[in-house]
């Protein structure tokens, strides 16, 4: 399961932004959307990766779900879908930011500020935070 996330959602985000051409930006982004497809999938009959338990797969996929929601589907470019369109996925997710260990250790502001502005200060509007998406949805 770790390895599906790396290399089929985590390599995929840090090596799209170095395309250069459009086939190569197609090929990862459908092994991005494919490889959260089957999580969907997966989801479907279970609560967490690997059955009724949270593992360090959970921890994994839950820190990419959350950055792919706040930053990825807007700065990668991964937009063929949003989290809340896998059904399954967005359940998870949000059962998965439910629990303390989870929610006490994730913080919207800071991801979106570390990704989109990273040390320096705000000088052009490609590091100016967006005001979306909004995280409310994440307790609904």
């Known amino acids: 399961m770790i390895k599906k996330i790396i290399d089929n959602l985590s390599n995929v985000i840090?090596?799209?932004?170095?395309?250069?051409?459009?086939?190569?930006?197609?090929?990862?982004?459908?092994?991005?959307?494919?490889?959260?497809?089957?999580?969907?999938?997966?989801?479907?009959h279970r609560d967490f990766l690997l059955g009724d338990s949270v593992t360090i797969s959970d921890l994994l996929l839950f820190a990419r779900l959350i950055r792919f929601d706040l930053v990825f589907y807007f700065q990668n470019k991964l937009?063929?879908?949003?989290?809340?369109?896998?059904?399954?996925?967005?359940?998870?997710?949000?059962?998965?930011?439910?629990?303390?260990?989870?929610?006490?250790?994730?913080?919207?502001?800071a991801i979106k500020q570390h990704f989109i502005q990273g040390s320096i200060d705000v000088h052009d509007f490609a590091h100016v935070l967006p005001a979306g998406p909004d995280t409310r949805k994440w307790t609904e």
């Open 14 to 44: 840090n090596t799209i932004g170095d395309v250069t051409s459009q086939s190569e930006y197609d090929k990862l982004s459908t092994q991005f959307f494919d490889q959260l497809s089957e999580f969907d999938t997966l989801l479907a």
């Open 79 to 109: 937009n063929q879908q949003r989290l809340e369109d896998f059904p399954n996925l967005w359940r998870y997710a949000k059962q998965c930011y439910a629990l303390p260990a989870f929610k006490n250790n994730t913080d919207f502001t």
